[in-house]
C-alpha cells in the first residue's frame, strides 16, 4: 500500500473514533505507531494529513528525469554495461545499479551459448517428438540407451564465476587455493559413455588416436549391445548424435544389423544436445564427481575418470532419464526452441 493510501485509510479511521493505537494495529505495523499518531495531531490541528516535505533526504542523481533516460537507453538495441551508461548519463555507477535494480527492478543476466538452430532444425526437432510420441510409449523409453562422447583434459573444469574464496586478501585467497594454473596445451583424453533408466554402460576411453567409424564399430558398439542384452534382454533402444563416425554407413549398418532397435541418422534431429540425458545433465554430474586435485598427468585423469564414473548418482541418472519425455513436450510447445 503506498504512502498516500495509508494516509487516507489513518484519516477516516481516526474520523470514525478509532484511536491511534488501534489504527497501528490494524495496519499490522505498516506505519509505525509515532507516525500514526503525528498523523492524527495533523487531523485534529487542521482536518487533513499535510506533509510539508517528504521524509529523507531529496534524491539527486535517482530522479524521476534521470530513471526515464536509463529506461530510454535500455530500449536500444546496442547493450551496455552499467559503467558505460554511468559515464554515458553523467551520474555514478552506484546510482545507475540503484535505478536498474530498486527503480527498474531489473536483474543482471548472462548470455547463454546454445547451439544455433535454423527453422529447418526446429522443424525436425517437433518432428522426431511428434515421431517418439507415436512410436515409443512412456516405458519404452524407458528402454533407451543414450550415449555421447566428451572431451577432457587435464586442466580440469571449473566455475570462474561461482568458483569463489572467502579471504581477508588476495595473498590469503591464493594460500587457500584462489590460484588456478592451467597447462597452454593440456593433453586430451575422449570418452564415450552411455546412460539409460537403469543406469550407466562401463566407460570406454580413448587415450591414443581419434575415433573414426572403425574404431566405433570395434570399441563401443559391442559394448553398448553388452550392455544392453545384459539389462534389457532383446527390447531396447540405442540412440546416437549425428557424429560422423556415428551416421557412417557402416556404422549405421552394424547397428541395423546387430541392435534391437536404434534411432538412425535421419530421425536424430541436428544440433540437439539438449535433448541427450547425458549433455543436459549426466556429464555435468561426472565432472563434479572428479577430484581435479589429484589430475597431474594422463594416467591419474584416466584414474580419476573411472573412479568419478562409479560416483554418479543412481537418482540423478533415473531423473535424467524419466524427464526425457517432458522435454520433448516443451519442445513441441516452444516450436523446437533450444531446452535448457
Known amino acids: 500500500m503506498k504512502s498516500k493510501d495509508l494516509q487516507k485509510v489513518v484519516l477516516s479511521k481516526y474520523e470514525n473514533g478509532e484511536s491511534p493505537t488501534a489504527i497501528f494495529r490494524h495496519l499490522h505495523a505498516a506505519v509505525s505507531l509515532r507516525t500514526i499518531e503525528r498523523w492524527c495531531k495533523m487531523i485534529r490541528d487542521t482536518g487533513s494529513i499535510n506533509l510539508a516535505n517528504s521524509t529523507g533526504r531529496p534524491r539527486v542523481a535517482r530522479t ?9 537507453r535500455l530500449k536500444r538495441k546496442k547493450p551496455i554495461t552499467s559503467r558505460k551508461l554511468a559515464n554515458e548519463i553523467n551520474i ?9 535494480k530498486n527503480d527498474l527492478g531489473l536483474k543482471p543476466y548472462k548470455k547463454r551459448i546454445e547451439p544455433l538452430l535454423t527453422d529447418t532444425h526446429k522443424a525436425k526437432r517437433i518432428m522426431f517428438a511428434n515421431w517418439i510420441r507415436h512410436n515409443f510409449r512412456k ?9 555421447d562422447e566428451k572431451m577432457f583434459d587435464l586442466n580440469g573444469m571449473y566455475n570462474a564465476q561461482n568458483d569463489r ?20 596445451f593440456a593433453q586430451k583424453i575422449m570418452v564415450w559413455l552411455g546412460v539409460c533408466s537403469k543406469g550407466l554402460t562401463p566407460l570406454v576411453i580413448f587415450d591414443e588416436g581419434t575415433l573414426d567409424h572403425e574404431r566405433y564399430i570395434k570399441e563401443v558398439l559391442p559394448v553398448a549391445k553388452k550392455y544392453g542384452d545384459e539389462v534389457f534382454g532383446s527390447d531396447w533402444t540405442y540412440q546416437q548424435d549425428g557424429a560422423k563416425p556415428h551416421v557412417h554407413h557402416l556404422s549405421q549398418q552394424w547397428c541395423n544389423d546387430h541392435l534391437p532397435n ?13 535433448l541427450n540425458p ?5 556429464w555435468d554430474e561426472f565432472v563434479k564427481q572428479i577430484n581435479w586435485n589429484k589430475v597431474k598427468s594422463k594416467k591419474t585423469l584416466i584414474d580419476e575418470l573411472k573412479r568419478g564414473v562409479k560416483k554418479i548418482r543412481s537418482e540423478v541418472i533415473l531423473e535424467s532419464c524419466m524427464n526425457w519425455t517432458v522435454r520433448l513436450n516443451h519442445l513441441s510447445k516452444n516450436n523446437g526452441d533450444y531446452l535448457y
Open 64 to 72: 524521476k528525469g534521470m530513471i526515464q533516460k536509463v529506461k530510454n
Open 92 to 100: 555514478s555507477e552506484r546510482s545507475v545499479r540503484r535505478i536498474l
Open 139 to 147: 516405458e519404452q523409453t524407458m528402454k533407451i540407451i543414450f550415449s
Open 165 to 184: 574464496i572467502w579471504a581477508i586478501n588476495r595473498s590469503e585467497a591464493d594460500a587457500k587455493g584462489g590460484v588456478k594454473q592451467k597447462q597452454k
Open 262 to 274: 536404434f534411432i538412425d541418422k535421419d530421425h536424430w534431429p541436428p544440433n540437439s544436445p539438449d
Open 278 to 282: 547425458l549433455d543436459y545433465c549426466i
